[in-house]
């Protein structure tokens, strides 16, 4: 659609050049039907353009849509993965804290074990002095140090509860390492659900950055697709404002044109009017001649006057021409009048006469004037339109549903003049003339019953 619619309107160009360039002296037979028919193509191109414009804003409008909702979606995985972020950030600082009670344990059970072995060296040494000196060195020592026998007892007692001592503080000693141990293997194993727990959060993270990744995609093609669509749609824009310029300048010539006719219809109406003086004058010469011979011989015998009336074209059924500006256009009945009215097919307001009468009833023009279009219409039928200059001031006629045209476009025709036949073409129920009437050029439509004698 979019390739074809230059080449159109180039060729559109191309007519109009060439219908200006012939005709431009008198009247144009084809030139309003060519401008009219122009028209129509781009009023046609103009709304096919409009039907592309309003299909794309329509996807543009369902693309913003779906755009929309795959935002509110990437804002939601925001939040998930902001969620996720905060979880591994705190289980991270709990795994630092669980490492750092891990050191410290560590750190304790080496300074028991130091403890340990420097109990066990001690004690070591004690038994190995005993075994050397025969009992424990420092024991006997203790005991030979005695100065009485109840001293020595006490000193034995001593001596026992120094190693009862002794063998306490490494039972509790070593208790202590294993609870450090224990606390340490429960610290460790704390640390091991921490490290798993992370990873598992960390590839929920992933998964959902990878959806978030998945979603980017889709916005950006969509994006992608609306500038597209977007150019399209300012393109077909451009086109019909093309149209419609061209529209415009059309329709200002169609005026033009129906002024060019109303002029040559003006300048018709001046020329009868001076033939019109000037026939009256010779008639009334020969009239004056004529008295004077027939004052001269006497007549005898009278001839019957002709009528007034010196239009010959008074076939059987034709109306009488009257005097005056107009005539009536077709012998006939009066059916329908100007105004409103109810008819299914018609249009409410009726914009002219009917009148009605057997197919084939003569139409003649209702004044002087120029054949400003004869043709056929879907509603009208086969019709003629005359524009007539009345006093310098233009008014159009126009007769539809005739059987036969008799006239072409760019004929001068005068009042009485036979153009057509009746008939009953277009959208009508029998044969009979419909009749308008407009001040100015087409498109103004009055009451014919107020200027012509129907
Ligand atoms: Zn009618």
Redo the contacts with the bound molecule.
Sequence with gaps: MLKQSKPLIATVVATMALSFGVGTTGVSASKLDDLQNQQQQIEQKKNELNRGIQEKSSTIKANSEKKDKLLAQIRDLHGKIETKQNEIAKLEQEIQTTKAEIEALRASIKELEQKIADRDALLRDRVRAMQVTGGSASYVDVLLGANSFSEFIDRVSAVNTLREADRQIIAEQKADKATLEDQKNQVESKLATQEENKKKLEAAKAELDRQKKDLNGLVEQLEAEQQRLEKEQASLETEYSEAHEMSDELKQQIVAEQERIAVIARKAEEERKRKEAEARKQAAAAAASEQAESNRKAATSSKPASAGNTVAHTSAPAPAVSGGTWTRPAAGRIT?TFGPRDLSW?SSN?????IANATGTPIVAAGNGIVSRAGSHPTLGNYIMITHSVNGKTMTTVY??LSAIGTSQGAQVSKGQQIGRMGSTGR?SGP?????VHIGNFGNPVNPMLYVPL
């Design positions: 329908s018609a009726h914009q002219g006469v009917d539809g549903h009508s009979h003339l419909h009749f308008e």
